[in-house]
């Protein structure tokens, strides 16, 4: 399995930014594709997750209703729309994915730098 993120960048307070997370040897079902980040200092957090089988969707706290989480199954890819953001979203983002059996198992994509300036 593998995960190429994409799509950082520096944006303004208040701007908008669309991350990408390229998905291959996959099956995407009973599994889920979750964007995390990383701010300096700080550990690693979860942002989103969204559900293979059906699409369900979870934020954190911190980015709902500014940020949202979508799978294009057809090219295997998931997308972080990311609107309004702030500072505090300054961060590597990763995209991994969660396959479930026996336990979770993880596999991630590098990380992409968002810098958001004030």
């Known amino acids: 399995v593998q995960l190429q993120a994409s799509g950082g960048g520096l944006v303004q307070a208040g701007g908008s930014l669309r991350l990408s997370c390229a998905v291959s040897?996959?099956?995407?079902?009973?599994?889920?594709i979750a964007w995390f980040r990383q701010a300096p200092g700080k550990e690693r957090e979860g942002v989103a997750c969204?559900?293979?089988?059906?699409?369900?969707?979870v934020y954190s706290d911190s980015v709902k209703g500014r940020f949202t989480i979508a799978r294009d199954s057809g090219n295997n890819t998931v997308f972080l729309q990311m609107n309004s953001l702030k500072p505090e979203d300054t961060a590597v983002y990763y995209c991994?994915?969660?396959?479930?059996?026996?336990?979770?198992?993880?596999?991630w994509g590098q990380g992409t730098l968002v810098t958001v300036s004030s």
């Open positions: 991994a994915a969660l396959v479930t059996g026996a336990r979770i198992k993880y596999y």
């Open positions: 040897g996959l099956t995407f079902g009973n599994s889920a």
């Open positions: 969204i559900v293979s089988d059906n699409d369900d969707t």
